[in-house]
Nanobody, 126 residues
Framework: QEKLVESGGDSVQAGGSLRLSCVAS?????MAWFRQAPGKEREEVAF????????SYADSVKGRFTISHDYANNILSLQMNSLKPEDTAMYYC??????????????????????WGQGTQVTVSS
């Protein structure tokens, strides 16, 4: 069974940077970052196909966030620059290992995610 361990969340000032990491126990074709702010629905942030490296981003983070996958160590990362207070949320990684899960689309990428991490909190103050 897939196990996902996230880290890297912290409290930073607006304009600052953070790098989130998610260590996965199983390899898969599609991995992603989602986020959920208090009182709001969970939203897609960034997707990546681990084979080929195609990626897709939410409009709100384009040009500021970069998703990447370290294949050797099976670590999904999210480099977040120029952070804004509206980026404050719990960030979750998700993977498409195995079967089941709901389908999500972000840009040209469409994946299903049966497995989710426990989340890591990002707080950006103005």
């Amino acid at each position: 069974q897939e196990k996902l361990v996230e880290s890297g969340g912290d409290s930073v000032q607006a304009g600052g940077s953070l790098r989130l990491s998610c260590v996965a126990s199983e390899y898969t074709t599609c991995m992603a970052w989602f986020r959920q702010a208090p009182g709001k629905e969970r939203e897609e942030v960034a997707f990546i196909y681990t084979s080929g490296g195609s990626s897709s981003y939410a409009d709100s983070v384009k040009g500021r966030f970069t998703i990447s996958h370290d294949y050797a160590n099976n670590i999904l990362s999210l480099q977040m620059n120029s952070l804004k207070p509206e980026d404050t949320a719990m960030y979750y990684c998700a993977t498409s290992v195995g079967y089941g899960g709901s389908w999500y689309r972000l840009g040209s990428l469409r994946c299903r995610f049966p497995y989710w991490g426990q989340g890591t909190q990002v707080t950006v103050s103005s």
